[in-house]
Nanobody, 126 residues
Framework: QVQLVESGGGLVQAGGSLRLSCAVS????????MAWFRQAPGKEREFVIA????????RTADSVKGRFTISRDNAKNTVNLQMNSLKLEDTAVYYC???????????????????WGQGTQVTVSS
C-alpha cells in the first residue's frame, strides 16, 4: 500500500511558475510509475505528465509540453511537477497518482492508476 500527499498548490499570475510535490509513503516511489492528472471545474480529470518506474522515461500531454516537467527526488521519496509559463487554462485541482501493477507503461488513462492523492488547487490569474 502506498499513500500520496500533494503540496505546493496556490495562486499564481499567468506566465508565472509553481512547483508541486507529491510525497510518497509506504513504498519507494522509484518502484512505481507516477503521474500527475488535473481536473478543472465541470471537466473530466485529464492526464498531464508521467514518469516511469526507475526513471525509465516520461510522457507529457501536448497541452503542457515544453512548460511542465516531472522529476523524482529519491532522497525525499517525492515526485515533483515543475510548471512554468502558466496559463489561465492550467487552473485545476492537480492530483498525484501511482501505479504498481501497470508500471511498465506510461499510461494516460486514470483507470490505470491504483493510488491517488487528495489533490491540490492551482489557480492561475490574469
Amino acid at each position: 500500500q502506498v499513500q500520496l500527499v500533494e503540496s505546493g498548490g496556490g495562486l499564481v499570475q499567468a506566465g508565472g511558475s509553481l512547483r508541486l510535490s507529491c510525497a510518497v509513503s509506504g513504498r519507494t516511489s522509484n518502484t512505481y510509475t507516477m503521474a500527475w492528472f488535473r481536473q478543472a471545474p465541470g471537466k473530466e480529470r485529464e492526464f498531464v505528465i508521467a514518469i516511469a518506474y526507475s526513471d525509465r522515461g516520461t510522457r507529457t500531454a501536448d497541452s503542457v509540453k515544453g512548460r511542465f516537467t516531472i522529476s523524482r527526488d529519491n532522497a525525499k521519496n517525492t515526485v515533483n511537477l515543475q510548471m512554468n509559463s502558466l496559463k489561465l487554462e492550467d487552473t485545476a485541482v492537480y492530483y498525484c497518482a501511482a501505479t504498481w501493477s501497470n508500471r511498465y507503461y506510461l499510461h494516460t488513462r486514470r483507470t490505470e492508476y491504483e493510488y491517488w492523492g487528495q489533490g491540490t488547487q492551482v489557480t492561475v490569474s490574469s
